[in-house]
């Protein structure tokens, strides 16, 4: 079956670093997003990977070890407006047209 | 450039009724995906549109079909509409599958 775990919520503190976790089981493996979704609101691309390593944009970054079916988010100087839900989605290998996707993780932030 | 546009934004409807929900996608996409969120969880990939035809389909039911225009904007529909299909109902478009971009979708709640 196909599977993504992330924890249900996340409280850090503003100008903090976080780190959001993931992991994956699905049948294949076509990539990795991360989306920001704010209560409400449609899910605003964040961050792609398909390969191991790093993806560095900014204040935020993206890990990804497909061996180990695991990605993290990291947001660095935490901002309030960074409250949000961030949701991990896969692409599995077996359906290029569709993704699968955790039920989010809800960050709050505290002055 | 207009991003991809939902309507309508909120939506009441009663047991047993039908539903259409529209999309128009981001200029120059081509792919419509249609997805149910559930408040608290990830998007659920419904079907996915392309050159008018259904490419894929995720685990629902018959009552949901939809369609796709020439000019590529979409519809979906619900008939005997159910409390459990109260949801923000979202739509994303992208070119050729690759890359989304989310709508604000349509939050719909049936009584």
């Known amino acids: 079956g196909q599977n993504i775990d992330q924890p249900t919520e996340m409280t850090a503190t503003e100008g903090a670093i976080v780190q959001i976790n993931c992991t994956y089981q699905t049948s294949g493996f076509n990539g990795l997003f991360w989306y920001q979704q704010h209560a409400g609101e449609a899910p605003t691309f964040l961050s792609y990977?398909?390969l191991d390593g790093l993806e560095e944009k900014g204040r935020f970054s993206s890990f990804l070890s497909r061996s180990k079916g695991y990605s993290y988010l990291l947001l660095k100087e935490l901002q309030m407006k960074d409250s949000a839900s961030y949701l991990c989605?896969?692409?599995?290998?077996?359906?290029?047209?569709?993704?699968?996707w955790g039920a989010g993780t809800k960050l709050i932030i505290k002055p | 450039d207009a991003g991809v546009t939902q309507s309508p934004t909120h939506l009441i409807k009663t047991r047993g009724q039908q539903v259409t929900l529209r999309c128009s996608p981001k200029s120059g996409h081509d792919t419509v995906s249609w997805y149910q969120q559930a408040l608290g969880q990830g998007p659920q990939f419904i079907f996915q549109?392309?050159?008018?035809?259904?490419?894929q389909r995720g685990n629902f039911p018959d009552r949901f079909s939809g369609h796709q225009f020439p000019n590529y904007s979409s519809e979906l529909n619900v008939n005997a509409l159910l409390l459990g299909d109260s949801a923000l109902y979202l739509c994303?478009?992208?070119?050729?599958?690759?890359?989304?971009?989310f709508g604000s979708g349509t939050r719909l709640t049936v009584v």
């Open positions: 990977n398909v």
């Open positions: 994303a478009s992208s070119f050729r599958g690759d890359g989304y971009t």
């Open positions: 989605a896969v692409r599995p290998e077996d359906s290029n047209y569709q993704l699968i």
């Open positions: 549109y392309y050159e008018e035809e259904e490419r």
